[in-house]
Structure formats: structure tokens, C-alpha cells
């Protein structure tokens, strides 16, 4: 018997576009910084971003590591020759940063409704590859916060999907095992090969984003529109598809 569902968000029930190549993103948070007495210039800072966000993947013990976007603009600041409030000061950068960068955050069409109507009927967690203090403000500002139940966000952890404990934390969380839930996502690599690996049943939302041709990753059910959704669980359940 289903009792839960985990969902990946974005690129799944947020369609969000961000472009971190563009000069004007990098010109923005180094002008942030010079407001508070930190002097880069936008080139420099692109740069030190890059390649500190390298070495903290290439420098951790984790197979899928993940980056720490707050701890990449302290230690920048810090460059400087800041030596006091780096770590306010980081935050408040990273989250410039992904403002400046931001281009679009909408939820996909039909998502609040869909939720609501599988909300009644089932218990919702997020399991996202994000950084904290992008994916909380992100998941207010499209509606959809109030739905879940919980959320684990691999920039907490350290790793990122396909590690299988994220989906495992998430499942503890809501005190379900695997084969109680099913997991929705749009990255066959992450989504669908990482929940098969936790031992759940999968929905892959072909959506605009993500890796649809991972070999080796095979889902129990393919959606197009998010409207599917609905009648894709009650399949994976063994029951009839109730109205939408």
C-alpha cells in the first residue's frame, strides 16, 4: 500500500532557469560586496567561485559530493583580507548571488493543484540537490512549501543524488519503508537510478530539464505533464485511477 510520495523540485514541480554565465550575475554580488567594503572585481570573483566550488567536490570523501555555497563566499571574503562577519556577510552573498542569477521560478502547470489533490490522499516530503538557502526561499516563493511534510536538501548533507541515503533520510523521516512510497523526478542519473537504489518505485516527469538517456535507470511509469501524475500512482498502487 502507497502511504507516501518524495518529490524531486526543481526541474519536477519547479520550472526554474537560472544563468550563472552571465557577466551582469557577477557584476551584481561583487557590487553587493563593495556595499559592505569587500573589493572584487566581477571577473575575480567568477573565477574564485569556480574553482573553490571544484575543490570542495574534488577534496570530498563523498562519491556524489556537494557543494557548500555559503562556505565558497566566506572563504572568498576572507581572501580579501576580511577577518570579522565573513559568515553573515557569505550568506547574505550566496543569496545575492542566486537572486542575480535567477530568471525564471514558476511552478509547472497544474503542480499546487496536483499536490493538493495527492495531499489528501498521501503523506509529501522533497528531496532536492540544493543549496538550503535557495530551495527553502524558492519552494515560498512558487506556493508549494506548505505541502510537505519535510524536505532533505543535499547542500545539509554534503551529497547529492543518486546517493541513496537522501531518499533513506526521508523515508526515516516520515516513518514509511521503501515499498510504501513512490518517488517522482525528471533526472533518469539522480532521480530514477538513486530511488531505485533506496528500493522505491519511481515516476519520471519528462519535463524541459534534467537527463532523460541515462542507461542502466529504468522507471516504473513515464509522465509528460504533471497532470498525469495522479492516475501514474494509482497504477504503481494497483488501484484504479480515481477523477482528478
Same mark, same amino acid.
Given at each position: 500500500?502507497?502511504?507516501?510520495?518524495?518529490?524531486?523540485?526543481n526541474g519536477?514541480?519547479?520550472?526554474i532557469?537560472?544563468?550563472?554565465?552571465?557577466?551582469q550575475?557577477w557584476?551584481?554580488?561583487?557590487?553587493?560586496?563593495?556595499?559592505?567594503?569587500v573589493r572584487?572585481?566581477?571577473e575575480?570573483?567568477?573565477i574564485?567561485y569556480t574553482?573553490?566550488?571544484?575543490?570542495?567536490?574534488?577534496?570530498?570523501?563523498e562519491?556524489?559530493?556537494?557543494f557548500?555555497?555559503v562556505?565558497v563566499?566566506?572563504?572568498?571574503?576572507a581572501?580579501?583580507?576580511?577577518?570579522?562577519g565573513?559568515?553573515?556577510?557569505?550568506?547574505?552573498?550566496?543569496?545575492v548571488?542566486?537572486?542575480?542569477?535567477?530568471?525564471?521560478l514558476v511552478p509547472y502547470?497544474?503542480?499546487?493543484?496536483?499536490?493538493?489533490?495527492?495531499q489528501k490522499k498521501?503523506r509529501?516530503a522533497a528531496v532536492?540537490?540544493?543549496q538550503?538557502?535557495?530551495?527553502?526561499?524558492?519552494? *515560498?516563493?512558487?506556493g508549494l512549501?506548505? %505541502? +510537505?511534510?519535510?524536505?532533505?536538501?543535499?547542500?545539509?548533507?554534503?551529497?547529492?543524488? !543518486? =546517493?541513496?541515503?537522501?531518499?533513506e533520510?526521508a523515508?526515516r523521516r516520515?516513518?514509511?519503508?521503501?515499498?510504501?512510497?513512490?518517488f517522482?523526478g525528471n533526472d533518469?542519473?539522480?532521480?530514477?537510478y538513486?530511488?531505485? *537504489?533506496?528500493?522505491?518505485?519511481?515516476? %519520471? +516527469?519528462?519535463?524541459?530539464?534534467?537527463?532523460?538517456?541515462?542507461h542502466?535507470?529504468? !522507471? =516504473?511509469y513515464?509522465?509528460y505533464?504533471?497532470?498525469?501524475l495522479?492516475?501514474?500512482?494509482?497504477?504503481?498502487?494497483?488501484?484504479?485511477?480515481?477523477?482528478d
Open positions: 500500500m502507497i502511504r507516501g510520495l518524495l518529490f524531486d523540485l519536477t514541480l519547479i520550472d532557469r537560472t544563468d550563472e554565465g552571465d557577466p550575475t557584476r551584481t554580488t561583487a557590487d553587493f560586496l563593495g556595499y559592505h567594503g572584487i572585481t566581477p575575480h570573483l567568477r574564485r574553482e573553490l566550488n571544484r575543490k570542495q567536490r574534488r577534496e570530498s570523501p562519491t556524489y559530493p556537494e557548500d555555497a562556505k563566499f566566506r572563504d572568498i571574503i581572501e580579501t583580507g576580511r577577518s570579522t565573513t559568515g553573515r556577510l557569505g550568506r547574505c552573498c550566496a543569496q548571488f542566486r537572486a542575480a542569477s535567477l530568471r525564471q502547470h497544474g503542480t499546487a493543484r496536483i499536490l493538493e489533490l495527492l498521501y509529501l532536492s540537490d540544493a538550503k538557502l535557495w530551495a527553502v526561499p524558492e519552494l *515560498r516563493m512558487t512549501d506548505a %505541502f +510537505f511534510e519535510t524536505s532533505v536538501i543535499s547542500g545539509d548533507l554534503g551529497f547529492r543524488k !543518486p =546517493d541513496s541515503r537522501l531518499f533520510i523515508l516520515l516513518r514509511l519503508a521503501p515499498d510504501e512510497v513512490i517522482t533518469m542519473f539522480r532521480d530514477v538513486g530511488a531505485h *537504489r533506496a528500493g522505491l518505485k519511481t515516476v %519520471f +516527469f519528462k519535463s524541459n530539464q534534467g537527463d532523460h538517456r541515462f542502466g535507470a529504468d !522507471p =516504473d513515464i509522465i505533464r504533471i497532470e498525469e495522479p492516475h501514474a500512482i494509482e497504477f504503481l498502487s494497483g488501484s484504479p485511477p480515481g477523477p
